[in-house]
């Protein structure tokens, strides 16, 4: 057909992830959850009317817009500079992964009631056993998709602090959400160490016969 490829996984092997992506989503989720948070707190210091208080400057755009660019600029350089590209081949790719595991057929096989309940019963029975506790793992997934999606419109690139603040505001809740969910998981980078190895499953290339 004459289309380049785009698939995620053209260059790279399979269940690699673009370099130093998972530090990279963290510190951009965190930034924008601290960019709220410090903004909530500069509105209360503003309510006491107080002229030496008045100068304070809380929430930094600069720094979370250095944490998106950064984090962007990862996830192009996996998907051969179009990161539009990877928002929705990747989403289709999970997307029918899910329907795989939501089907009717593999519930019954695994007793499950959903897709991430089937995952969850794969894992013990066939990947050492540990629990993945899907139902915190699916909102990770959630929230995680909303900040993507976000991050592949031209939001990031707004001009003028109201301008930017209203545009970043459609994620402040997903951000906090997932920082919250990541940190009951121990898997938040601002909390705990990093992730050994162990805690990541890597997919071998099917054998040609």
């Known amino acids: 057909s004459g289309r380049p490829c785009h698939h995620i996984s053209c260059h790279r092997t399979l269940g690699d992830e673009p370099p130093a992506f998972h530090g990279l989503f963290v510190h951009f989720i965190t930034q924008v959850a601290t960019f709220f948070r410090d903004t909530r707190i500069s509105t209360l210091f503003m309510e006491r009317q107080q002229s030496s208080l008045k100068e304070i400057s809380f929430g930094s755009i600069a720094t979370v817009r250095r944490a998106g ?19 929705i081949e990747g989403m289709q790719l999970l997307r029918q992964a899910y329907m795989i595991l939501e089907a009717e057929d593999i519930r019954r096989e695994f007793a499950a009631e959903s897709g991430w309940d089937t995952l969850e019963q794969v ?9 993945l506790n899907a ?16 991050l592949a419109q031209p939001h990031i690139l707004v001009n003028g602090r109201t301008a930017f603040e209203t545009a970043l505001l459609k994620i402040a809740e997903a951000c906090e959400e997932w920082l919250t969910t990541a940190q009951t998981l121990s898997q938040s980078q601002e ?4 992730r050994s ?4 499953v890597q997919f071998r290339r099917r054998r040609t016969l």
């Not at 962007?72 to 996996?78: C, H, N, V, W």
């Not at 894992?123 to 629990?131: F, I, T």
């Not at 909390?191 to 990093?194: I, L």
């Open 69 to 87: 660019l950064n984090l962007r600029s990862s996830l192009k350089q996996a998907s051969y500079g179009q990161m539009n590209v990877l928002r």
């Open 123 to 131: 894992a013990r029975r066939h990947l050492g056993g540990e629990a």
């Open 135 to 150: 139902a915190s793992r699916s909102r990770l997934a959630v929230t995680g998709r909303q900040v993507l999606i976000w």
């Open 191 to 194: 909390t705990v160490a990093p």
């Open 197 to 200: 190895a162990e805690n990541i």
